[in-house]
């Protein structure tokens, strides 16, 4: 079955220091790999997207992820994180059509003055 | 531009009450989505509209009507309420039908509660 899996509910990370936030996959084919941001009580942000070519792809607020065929993954990164950072992240795929988005259950990131 | 709004932003039902919330796209985007967000289990797709006029299921449709009598507005019923549809609801449009490359906008979120 496909599926994208989110490994870790909680990530805490120092204002300044680098951040991840992990994504892997399991899907048959060419994968669409999405990231989402969800901020206390806002609705969902998109920040960036996989769709083929330069594996690094660069999002919104200065995040950026990688496209790792090899070890099916998609991890969110920000070489320097802020407090604002903080927020509840998802990773998303589509299965070929833009009627089905499978969701990850969400990270939730936590920025640490 | 507002891009998706969503109409009530809070609503509070009684079982067997019904609602009907609104979502409404200034994108001229082709696809509409309703999804409800529940703790734990991430989004789940309730219905979707590839167009004015058409409707179609998705993953947890049962106890909800949709309606796509405009483009710019897609609407999610509720007949008859019940405690488990407790959660907080998204509405998203999209650009065209695609290959699965577009990207969802989505609007704010309406938190229903139903007691």
């Known amino acids: 079955a496909q599926s994208v899996a989110q490994p870790e509910d909680q990530v805490n990370v120092a204002e300044g220091n680098p951040l991840t936030v992990k994504c892997t996959y399991s899907?048959?084919?060419?994968?669409?790999l999405f990231w989402y941001v969800q901020y206390p009580n806002r609705g969902l942000q998109f920040l960036l997207k996989?769709?083929?070519?330069d594996n690094l792809v660069k999002g919104s607020y200065g995040f950026e992820a990688e496209f790792n065929k090899s070890q099916t993954s998609f991890h969110l990164k920000k070489p320097s994180a802020l407090v604002s950072d903080s927020a509840l992240y998802f990773c998303?795929?589509?299965?070929?059509?833009?009627?089905?988005?499978?969701w990850g259950l969400g990270t939730s990131l936590a920025v640490n003055p | 531009n507002a891009g998706v709004t969503q109409t009530p932003k809070f609503r509070v039902l009684k079982t067997g009450q019904s609602m009907t919330l609104l979502c409404a796209q200034d994108?001229?985007?082709?696809?509409m989505y309703w999804y409800r967000q529940d703790p734990g289990m991430g989004l789940r797709l309730i219905h979707y509209?590839?167009?004015?006029?058409?409707?179609a299921k998705g993953e947890v449709p049962d106890g909800y009507n949709v309606s796509r009598l405009k483009k710019q507005n897609f609407l999610l019923g509720l007949e008859s309420a019940a405690p488990s549809q407790t959660s907080v609801y998204f509405c998203a449009s999209s650009r065209t039908k695609g290959d699965g490359a577009d990207t969802q906008y989505f609007g704010p979120g309406t938190r229903l509660t139903v007691l």
């Open positions: 998303v795929f589509n299965a070929g059509n833009n009627r089905k988005l499978i």
């Open positions: 996989y769709i083929t070519g």
């Open positions: 994108m001229n985007h082709e696809y």
């Open positions: 899907v048959s084919g060419n994968p669409y």
């Open positions: 509209s590839v167009g004015e006029g058409t409707t």
